[in-house]
Structure formats: structure tokens, C-alpha cells
């Protein structure tokens, strides 16, 4: 990329658009040598960042519509897990080559996920290199109300939103280069888009925190291992009831109830949360996200990860990089 041209140009035809970087009122966004950001009072910054990496994180040749999408949506899932509302994010984008069609087409994946929440480009970086993505998200909650890992308390509920396992269960389908417009079978293709499109759950996180639920956290490295860094922070233990985990029935009938179970166990990438409730506390109904809220457990003072019918431990299986 000649610096002087092609990479100013780049970044002004793919990242400062209007609809991806909107001028805000306290806000100065793409353009300076830093990004000016001013919070409203009364309100904490939350910030995360993730990078996803070609051939670990996303196979090579992804969609780059598909990889902007989920490379956005799995940084929100942070701040759906701490109950923050979307502000601003930075992007490190790292490209074998600038081309223009793959440019065009991952700036639109970002951007349709960007407007649906409300969220704005206000800078980043773009180097030549491996095909790598390196996203700081940042969210606004009132202070003192973010959710945190260690509040959950003997008694606790656990719960978890929608259907875990799903993303896992699509991993050998993307392994085959398959995406939802290019799978045939319908649970396939439904398995693919929770890979590829995980919803996060902003909403809930947001409704939680308002609510008063005593811990949460979002679903990467899959439930147990997750669940156990609430366990591990809050220095409590859980009971689980194994029959209670939902799968989804596309999962279920794609490899069967009990592979399914241990998909919803150990596999990541669903962006799902898992949260505690206090036990005296009843769970209202009404839940403004369009997923299903399962009870799977209850915390315990034992310190361990047990299931709650037999009493035997479970094992704390999490993907780790290293
Ligand atoms: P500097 O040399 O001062 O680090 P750059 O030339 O890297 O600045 O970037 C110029 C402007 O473009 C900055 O405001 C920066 O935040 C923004 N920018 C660079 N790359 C990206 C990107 N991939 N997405 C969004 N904004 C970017
Ligand atoms: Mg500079």
C-alpha cells in the first residue's frame, strides 16, 4: 500500500462513512490523531477489546461480510455481559492486500451490525500483514452498575439465554467452508448463522443489570469452563441440573440429544450469557430479549462444579490458546 494514497484513501472510503462513523455531539471521531470522546455524567466507560485471527479464529477465504459481522458482534457480547450500552470502537485491521471488493464488502457487514445497535467507528489502525482483526469496543453503564463476575451468592440461580451449543455445533460445517447461504439442510443453516451472526445480547445485559441479577458473564470458551470463572471470582461453587441445559432442536437433531449436551457444555463461540439470580428474588417474565431464559443450577458454598443428580464433578473444560 503506497501510504501516502492508497491507505488515506482506503480509510476514508470504507471506514469514515457516515453510516459506519456519524458526527456526534461530543464526539470526534476518525480524522485526528486521537478520537475525543466525552461521557455523560454519571456514567463509566466499559471497554474490551478482542482479535480474531485468519486460519484460528475464522477459517481462510470467510465471507468478509460474515467476518465483519461476527468480529463486531462478538466484541458487543462484552458489553452485553457487563449490562453496558454501546458507544464507540476502534478498529486494527491488519490485510494481505488492499482489495476493493473485499474492502467493499466487510466495511457493509461492519456497518449493518454497527447501525443496528447504535454504535460508531471513531478510529483505528491498518497495516499490511496476515489477515487479522483487533476490535476495542467501548460502552457507557451508570456507575456502580455494571454486571460483575463476582457477585454470585450461596442460593444463587444460574441461568443462560438462548440456546448454548448451537456455534459448536456449526464448527464442522464451517471447517467445510460452509455458510448459511451455502448449506442445503435448514438445521445446518441455522447452525451456521449463530456461528456467524451471534446475536449479542445487549438488551439483557442491560435488563439484568437494572434488575439486580448478582453475576454475569458472556458464553466463549463454552458454559462449564465459563461458569466457572463466575465460580472462581465470586469463590462460591454450583450444583447443575444436566437435564435442564436448552438445545436447540436443530441442534438436537443434527447430532442427537446426548452429543448435543456436550456441545452445549464445552463448545464456544455462542455469545450466549450466563447468569446468576438471587434465590428470593422471582425472575419476571417479561425478558426483552427474543430467547429463552433456562434455569441449569443453583450455586453452592462447596467451592466445586458438580452435577446436582449425582453428585460427581464436572469437568472444567474451556478452549484455551495456549
Ligand atoms: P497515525 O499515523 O496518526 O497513527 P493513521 O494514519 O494511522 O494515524 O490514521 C489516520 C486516521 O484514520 C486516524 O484518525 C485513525 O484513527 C483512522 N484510522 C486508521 N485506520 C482505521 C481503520 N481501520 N478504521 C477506522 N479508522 C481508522
Ligand atoms: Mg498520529
Not at 444463587?156 to 464442522?172: E, F, N, Q
Request: charged letters at 20%.
Amino acid at each position: 500500500m503506497n501510504r501516502a494514497t492508497g491507505e488515506f484513501e482506503l480509510i476514508h472510503r470504507y471506514f469514515n462513512r457516515a453510516e459506519l462513523a456519524p458526527r456526534l455531539p461530543g464526539l470526534t471521531g476518525i480524522g485526528d490523531d486521537c478520537a475525543l470522546l466525552e461521557l455523560p455524567p454519571g456514567m463509566q466507560l466499559a471497554q474490551s477489546m478482542d482479535t480474531l485471527v485468519e486460519g484460528v479464529h475464522f477459517p481462510k477465504g470467510c465471507d468478509p461480510n460474515l467476518l465483519a459481522y461476527r468480529a463486531l458482534a462478538v466484541n458487543l457480547s462484552d458489553l452485553a455481559a457487563m449490562g453496558a450500552t454501546p458507544h464507540s470502537f476502534t478498529l486494527g485491521l491488519t490485510l494481505p492486500e488492499a482489495n476493493p471488493d473485499w474492502l467493499q464488502s466487510f466495511s457493509d457487514g461492519l456497518t449493518q451490525l454497527a447501525r443496528k445497535v447504535g454504535i460508531a467507528l471513531i478510529g483505528g489502525d491498518t497495516t499490511r500483514g496476515p489477515l487479522t482483526l483487533t476490535l476495542q469496543v467501548q460502552g457507557l453503564v451508570a456507575r456502580g452498575q455494571a454486571l460483575r463476575r463476582c457477585g454470585a451468592r450461596v442460593g444463587d440461580r444460574i441461568y443462560v439465554s438462548g440456546h448454548p451449543g448451537d456455534a459448536s455445533g456449526a464448527l464442522a460445517f464451517v471447517l467445510q467452508g460452509l455458510q448459511p447461504d451455502t448449506a442445503q439442510n435448514p438445521d445446518i443453516r441455522y447452525l451456521l448463522e449463530r456461528y456467524y451472526r451471534p446475536s449479542p445480547r445487549l438488551a439483557l445485559g442491560r435488563w439484568l443489570s437494572q434488575q439486580g441479577a448478582s453475576a454475569a458473564l458472556d458464553i466463549s470458551d463454552g458454559l462449564l469452563g465459563d461458569l466457572n470463572h463466575i465460580l472462581h471470582a465470586s469463590g462460591v461453587g454450583a450444583a447443575l441440573d444436566l437435564d435442564a441445559i436448552p438445545c436447540s432442536e436443530a441442534l438436537t437433531r443434527v447430532y442427537g440429544a446426548e452429543p448435543a449436551r456436550n456441545h452445549a457444555l464445552k463448545g464456544g463461540d455462542d455469545y450466549e450469557l450466563c447468569f446468576t439470580w438471587p434465590e428470593n428474588k422471582p425472575m419476571p417474565n417479561a425478558v426483552p430479549e427474543d430467547c429463552p431464559l433456562t434455569c441449569i443450577g443453583q450455586i453452592t458454598d462447596s467451592g466445586k462444579l458438580t452435577d446436582r443428580t449425582t453428585g460427581t464433578l464436572l469437568p472444567l473444560e474451556a478452549f484455551t490458546h495456549f
